[in-house]
């Protein structure tokens, strides 16, 4: 499969803490996209990130981009409630305009 | 601002009935999409359109067809619906070919007995 493969599937921190979420992916992409999805509703998108860049911040939110390992990362910095939801990546590959995504992690953080 | 709409929110069909998936943008946006999302997976992408007179599949096209005669409509038909097809279905437009974020639709429930 050429999608992203997400890890962990489910994630449960309390909160406060840092939540990281990881997402490799097999081809050569030109971006790649987190999501978020909370439940019974559609995705938001988060932040996305172009091949040729290696970290990008937005508030609380901090993605970076490994081509060499083809992995990218998310990490919620001093996580809420609020956050509790289904994060996913998605790629946009060099040979396509598509968007391919991944199967998720699912977030809990607990008061 | 409306973004993606989709209609309807929830809707139950028998096996071998038709219908169609409204989906509509006020956003101007060329690009839109179709997927499907089964329980405890990602979205997996149906049929997309990059501008008005134009389709194309995605990665599960059968059973399942479109058409994009305007901008802001894109809607999703199920010519011959099949319990397989019980999925939750999302919309999303995006103003150029993927290299942009996608907006999405809060989705319609469909269940098929």
């Known amino acids: 499969s050429q999608q992203g493969e997400e890890d962990p599937q489910a994630l449960s921190i309390q909160e406060g803490e840092n939540a990281t979420m990881n997402c490799s992916y097999k081809t050569s992409i030109n971006n790649l996209q987190w999501y978020r999805q909370n439940s019974g509703r559609g995705l938001v998108h988060l932040i996305l990130i172009r091949s040729n860049e290696r970290e990008k911040h937005s508030g609380r939110l901090r993605v970076t981009l490994d081509t060499s390992k083809k992995s990218s990362s998310l990490l919620i910095t001093a996580s809420r409630a609020a956050d509790t939801a289904s994060y996913f990546c998605?790629?946009?590959?060099?040979?396509?305009?598509?968007?391919?995504f991944g199967s998720g992690t699912r977030l809990l953080v607990r008061p | 601002n409306a973004g993606v709409t989709q209609t309807p929110k929830f809707q139950v069909l028998k096996t071998g009935q038709s219908m169609t998936l409204q989906c509509a943008q006020d956003m101007n946006h060329e690009y839109m999409s179709w997927y499907r999302q089964d329980p405890g997976m990602g979205l997996r992408l149906i049929h997309y359109?990059?501008?008005?007179?134009?389709?194309d599949q995605g990665e599960v096209p059968n059973g399942y067809n479109v058409s994009r005669s305007t901008t802001e409509d894109f809607p999703l038909r199920l010519l011959s619906a099949a319990p397989s097809q019980t999925s939750v279905y999302f919309c999303a437009s995006n103003p150029f070919q993927g290299a942009q974020p996608q907006h999405f639709g809060d989705g319609t429930r469909l269940s098929i007995l």
């Open positions: 998605a790629l946009i590959m060099d040979s396509s305009y598509k968007l391919i």
């Open positions: 359109s990059v501008g008005a007179g134009i389709t």
